[in-house]
């Protein structure tokens, strides 16, 4: 059967597991006039609606909820000494009703709320013949002062910073996130120039966790590589016998590329979450066989002969080290289970990278 005002929407579990924002794609629009932002968000909504891998183009006010909206007559409520407050609280009192009182027994409160009865109340007709009292004693009715028309309204005006912000957004599919957004940009490209004062754009949603993640694992990154030298310069009581070792961790890097490339999966967070567990698992080989290599040396061994005797003699444990390594992770890499999305990245990239290191 065909499905008509129904909307699907996908959940990345990985994205939810690391508590990321709604949508992949995410153009926030600031600004304060709520018909100005409906019209940029359609205006940038249309225009990237043809990029490659993006689907379901919308913004937060594209759907509108319908409402009858009363329009005051200011001029005319200020002759007769009325204020906007106190005609909308005629309106509600009458309508919505307003709590006067609290009727208490015992150890209860029961609100006494006073409004009109149905019949004065249930239709727009009935809604305009509202009495207000004025400041003089006259008694006008809300027809006399403004006028009730059908409109939409926003289902919900959403704010950051205090500012007031329309969100357009989009999901991806068969395409990565940072080659969506490039394109994206290069739709949107001088629109910035053309809005008006006060109103200004920003991308957020999925890119921006993204460009937050990967500084803060550089950071992370740099640091493991920091830490796994200084204690090996201690142990070794070298500054150069470290960096012999270090030097696998960019050859790790070509077998994580390598994995995910076979396996399908794209560079992301748990990905290179993997890349710095291998900056401290790929370095255990180096050591052992490193270790053996110096003993040898300063058992007289000539320095040729040391690394060949040290790499033969630790070949054994060189491999049974990394196998355990490489095919404890491989549940985990082939894994498709729930939240799958969040931990076979993560494996594979160890997996690819210590194989490579290997």
């Known amino acids: 059967p065909r499905l008509e005002n129904v909307k699907f929407e996908a959940v990345d579990m990985s994205q939810m597991i690391m508590g990321g924002s709604g949508a992949p794609v995410e153009i926030d629009i600031f600004g304060q006039d709520l018909d100005k932002l409906r019209e940029i968000g359609d205006t940038i909504a249309a225009r990237i609606q043809g990029v490659q891998g993006l689907r379901d183009v919308t913004h937060t006010l594209a759907q509108g909820k319908p409402e009858y909206q009363i329009r005051i007559d200011r001029d005319r409520a200020a002759k007769l000494g009325l204020m906007t407050g106190q005609v909308a609280g005629a309106v509600q009192t ?167 490339l076979i396996a399908g999966r794209p560079l992301n967070l748990p990905s290179l979450i993997g890349v710095i567990l291998l900056a401290g698992i790929a370095v255990n080989n180096g050591i052992v066989m490193i270790d053996y290599i110096n003993q040898l040396r300063r058992g007289g061994v000539e320095g040729h002969l040391a690394v060949i005797d040290g790499a033969v003699t630790r070949l054994r444990a060189v491999l049974l080290t990394a196998l355990t390594t490489i095919l404890g992770m491989l549940p985990m890499a082939v894994s498709t289970s729930e939240g799958s999305e969040f931990r076979a990245p993560m494996a594979i990239a160890v997996l690819g990278g210590l194989t490579a290191t290997t």
């Not at 019949?119 to 003089?136: A, G, H, K």
């Not at 969100?167 to 008006?196: H, M, Y």
């Not at 992370?220 to 090996?232: Q, T």
């Open 94 to 260: 009458a309508t919505l009703g307003r709590v006067a009182t609290r009727y208490r027994e015992e150890n209860e409160e029961i609100d006494v709320r006073v409004r009109f009865k149905k019949e004065f109340r249930d239709t727009i007709q009935e809604v305009e013949t509202v009495p207000i009292l004025t400041p003089r004693g006259q008694v006008v009715y809300l027809g006399q002062l403004a006028t009730v028309e059908k409109g939409e309204g926003p289902i919900q005006i959403a704010r950051e910073n205090q500012n007031r912000v329309v969100r357009v957004t989009g999901n991806i599919a068969g395409r990565d996130l940072g080659s969506v957004i490039k394109d994206v940009r290069a739709r949107l490209g001088g629109i910035e120039g053309q809005l008006p004062a006060g109103y200004f754009l920003e991308y957020g949603g999925s890119f921006e966790d993204m460009q937050e993640a990967f500084t803060t694992i550089a950071a992370a990154f740099a640091l493991a590589l920091l830490l796994v030298y200084m204690v090996m310069a201690s142990q070794f009581e070298s500054f150069r016998h470290p960096f012999i070792i270090m030097f696998t961790i960019p050859l790790g890097i070509i077998g994580v590329i390598i994995g995910l």
